[in-house]
């Protein structure tokens, strides 16, 4: 599976360097000098090369030559990207690692999004829920948002009192919503 850790955004200058949205919470492991990258196009068509009729490609792989933050924003330079017009056929392209490639979390309690996606979700009686669609990451605390069989969504604030076990051998997660959560 692969994982998105950063989408490209507008170029910074005119040395090839662009605003990269970070989409992982170790972006100084992520984007280290000599880390390679896979990616995956934007849905914007890039601009063409010099040369007539040969269209820059988005390569499968972009190296990270220096990678810092500046006002808030993580800016890259990737290797061979030189300039502006080059970083802006880049603009819009997710940067992507491979779930396999990405070690498990030291602490017990702390999970990855692609470990709860598509698990089971359980009352502690055991009926069915859903499933894990996804997770948002609200300022407050993450959702999980669940798939209702009937085809309904339902936020589930991730934390321990209404969450009290995620079994990942098992394939599922255990709520203990309140009364009128699943009704909202």
Do not use: C, N, W, Y
């Amino acid at each position: 599976m692969q994982l998105v850790v950063g989408r490209i955004g507008k170029p910074h200058g005119v040395r090839g360097e662009v605003t990269v949205e970070v989409r992982t919470d170790e972006p100084e492991a992520r984007f280290a000098p000599g880390t390679v990258l896979r990616t995956e196009p934007g849905a914007t068509p890039p601009p063409t090369t010099d040369e007539p009729g040969v269209p820059f490609r988005v390569p499968a792989e972009l190296t990270i030559e220096e990678a810092r933050f500046h006002q808030g924003r993580m800016l890259v330079a990737f290797d061979g990207i030189l300039d502006r017009d080059t970083a802006e056929a880049l603009r819009g392209t997710l940067l992507v690692v491979d779930s396999a490639d990405v070690a498990p979390p030291d602490d017990p309690e702390e999970f990855h999004d692609h470990q709860l996606v598509g698990l089971a979700v359980v009352t502690p009686a055991g009926e069915r829920l859903g499933e894990v669609a996804r997770i948002d990451h609200a300022p407050s605390s993450d959702l999980l948002v669940l798939r209702r069989p009937e085809g309904r969504t339902a936020l589930i604030p991730f934390v321990r009192a209404i969450v009290p076990e995620v079994d990942l051998a098992g394939g599922r997660v255990i709520v203990d919503p309140p009364a009128g959560l699943l009704d909202l």
